[in-house]
């Protein structure tokens, strides 16, 4: 799977559009970018999911570049809740349209959203 | 809502004794995965299954951990004999493979080993 960049850290108030980068250079033609994010203390959450146009559900966007290159996740409107790592992932997801095998979580970034 | 549930959440025993880590994936899901996390490593893969068979545990180390499925309710994950380099947060995560990769997760079990 590709390796992902991603900043250590970043900080949000309350309300405000959360905007988190993701670089995935080496992505591959069959890579997915997934996002899932830990609160403190919990097992990880997924949030969204992608391959090549931008995606959109309840918890959050996913924007990603044309040559796919990079991504980012949005939180539209971050709450003190939102506080977490959030780990950017790619995986390969075979043609059939099932995914197979494990998750390469690295460090993340750790998002604090503050009053 | 359907959760992956994991018991002990919290174990603290002393080195050299067994310990049994259990975990119940969400009914339907066919696919388990281990995963430990510690401050130095971050999140680790250690084993994963689908429809009970193991695929995958190049993660965990072979001479003192196991994992098994007994049947499709649980997936245990056993060391033996434990050591204090083994206290982590052991996190069960499940999922279909029918689907789109995605992965519930448990809410861990913290592990200290004295």
């Known amino acids: 799977d590709a390796k992902t960049t991603q900043p250590p850290s970043m900080d949000c108030a309350e309300g405000r559009a959360a905007n988190l980068p993701c670089n995935h250079s080496t992505i591959s033609g069959n890579e997915y970018v997934y996002w899932y994010r830990q609160i403190h203390s919990q097992g990880p959450q997924y949030i969204i999911h992608g391959l090549k146009n931008n995606e959109t559900n309840e918890m959050a966007s996913l924007i990603i570049t044309e040559d796919r290159k990079s991504s980012t996740l949005i939180l539209p409107h971050a709450t003190l809740r939102d506080t977490a790592v959030y780990y950017c992932i790619v995986r390969v997801v075979n043609a059939g349209g099932t995914s197979y095998g494990k998750l390469t979580f690295g460090q993340g970034t750790i998002l604090t959203v503050h009053p | 809502d359907a959760r992956v549930t994991q018991t002990p959440r919290h174990k603290v025993t002393e080195m050299g004794q067994e310990v049994t880590m259990r975990c119940q994936p969400i009914l339907g899901h066919n696919t388990v995965f281990w995963y430990r996390q510690t401050m130095m490593q971050g999140l680790e893969l250690l084993a994963y299954f689908r429809n009970r068979a193991p695929l995958d545990d190049s993660g965990m180390p072979k001479d003192r951990f196991s994992a098994e499925m007994p049947d499709a309710t649980l997936a245990t994950l056993k060391i033996q004999p434990s050591e204090p380099r083994d206290s982590a947060v052991y996190f069960c995560?499940?999922?279909?493979?029918?689907?789109?990769?995605?992965?519930?997760f448990g809410p861990g079990t913290r592990l200290t080993v004295l």
């Open positions: 995560a499940s999922g279909s493979s029918g689907g789109i990769g995605r992965q519930f």
